[in-house]
């Protein structure tokens, strides 16, 4: 399979992956959109991070998977004064 590059999109922009990765196949491909989009939501420097993030992964051709997740934070407690 020829190089397959992971680009990450949030609210604040894209960050694009000009190094690329070589796999075995799409599942390969999967799993590991799936395990950096994970990353990305424990990742502290992306802590305060809400909305929708996602991985889209692409070769020469362009897009051919998006892993993507919503992230919302509510504080759930009453606070009385």
């Given at each position: 399979m020829p190089s397959l590059y992971f680009d990450y999109?949030?609210?604040a922009g894209i960050e694009i992956d000009d190094e690329g990765v070589d796999l075995l196949g799409i599942g390969?491909?999967?799993?590991l959109?799936?395990?950096?989009?994970g990353q990305t939501i424990l990742?502290?420097?992306y802590?305060?991070?809400?909305g929708r993030?996602?991985?889209?992964v692409r070769d020469h051709e362009g897009p051919i998977l998006r892993a993507s997740a919503?992230?919302?934070?509510?504080?759930?407690?009453?606070?009385?004064?």
């Open positions: 999109h949030d609210g390969d491909a999967r799993r959109a799936l395990e950096e989009l990742d502290p420097a802590g305060r991070i809400t993030i996602a991985i889209e919503a992230i919302v934070l509510e504080d759930l407690r009453l606070i009385f004064t």
